[in-house]
Nanobody, 125 residues
Framework: VQLQASGGGLVQAGGSLRLSCAAS????????MAWFRQAPGKEREFVAA????????YYADSVKGRFTISRDNAKNTLYLQMNSPKPEDTAEYYC???????????????????WGQGTQVTVSS
């Protein structure tokens, strides 16, 4: 599945922003999906994941309670609602799919694939 993230931009700390990730195939609904992010000079890190049905989610501790992952399988689209962002959330954000042989609950970038182009989020203080 091919993925394209969008919706990034400049946001003030304490504001809100919603990212989208459009998938190219109807098989999108078969995949567990996730958001990752990468700040300059840092490793790509896990942000949040959602099951294929949307019924289960898990988050990195750093965003728990502030970010919400969701999906619309009818639109082949994944979302990340960012509420109360902080300057340390500034990064390039990527969506990815959990590889079929990997376990639900993984936060390792090596267990995810179909990386698309990211979208830049900059949070000003």
């Amino acid at each position: 599945v091919q993925l394209q993230a969008s919706g990034g931009g400049l946001v003030q700390a304490g504001g809100s922003l919603r990212l989208s990730c459009a998938a190219s195939e109807h098989t999108f609904s078969s995949y567990h999906m996730a958001w990752f992010r990468q700040a300059p000079g840092k490793e790509r890190e896990f942000v949040a994941a959602i099951s294929w049905s949307g019924g289960r989610t898990y988050y990195a501790d750093s965003v728990k309670g502030r970010f919400t992952i969701s999906r619309d399988n009818a639109k082949n689209t994944l979302y990340l609602q960012m509420n109360s962002p902080k300057p340390e959330d500034t990064a390039e954000y990527y969506c990815a799919s959990l590889l079929p042989t990997k376990n639900w609950g993984s936060q390792s970038r090596n267990d995810f694939g179909s990386w698309g182009q990211g979208t830049q989020v900059t949070v000003s203080s």
